[in-house]
Nanobody
Framework: QVQLVESGGGLVQAGESLRLSCKAS??????MGWYRQAPGKQRELVAG???????NYADSVKGRFTISRDNAKNMMYLQMNSLKPEDTAVYYC???????????????WGRGTQVTVSS
């Protein structure tokens, strides 16, 4: 079964940290990314990472969030420091996955994990 499963969300106070994890059921093909969607807002890219560990971040999280990956474990992480109430959202993992027969399944989404930051 092709899937991404997020974990690590929760309720924290402003200024605290959380680490999100994303586990892929099969090999990750090149890029992965974290997105988030707050109530009443569109889903937005938070951070992305390529197979060569090239990264990009939304301006709103630069300097506070760090994306990383462990290809051997088919895992991706998002370290979130100095959290703000405006970071409150459901965070989703997104990736292209490769099956054992080399078929690439593009644009796979996890179900999301809730992050709530209180002021």
């Amino acid at each position: 079964q092709v899937q991404l499963v997020e974990s690590g969300g929760g309720l924290v106070q402003a200024g605290e940290s959380l680490r999100l994890s994303c586990k892929a059921s099969t090999t990750i093909f090149n890029r992965m990314g974290w997105y988030r969607q707050a109530p009443g807002k569109q889903r937005e890219l938070v951070a992305g990472i390529t197979s060569g560990s090239g990264t990009n971040y939304a301006d709103s999280v630069k300097g506070r969030f760090t994306i990383s990956r462990d290809n051997a474990k088919n895992m991706m992480y998002l370290q979130m420091n100095s959290l703000k109430p405006e970071d409150t959202a459901v965070y989703y993992c997104n990736a292209d996955l490769r099956l054992s027969d080399a078929t690439v399944i593009r644009d796979v989404w996890g179900r999301g994990t809730q992050v709530t930051v209180s002021s």
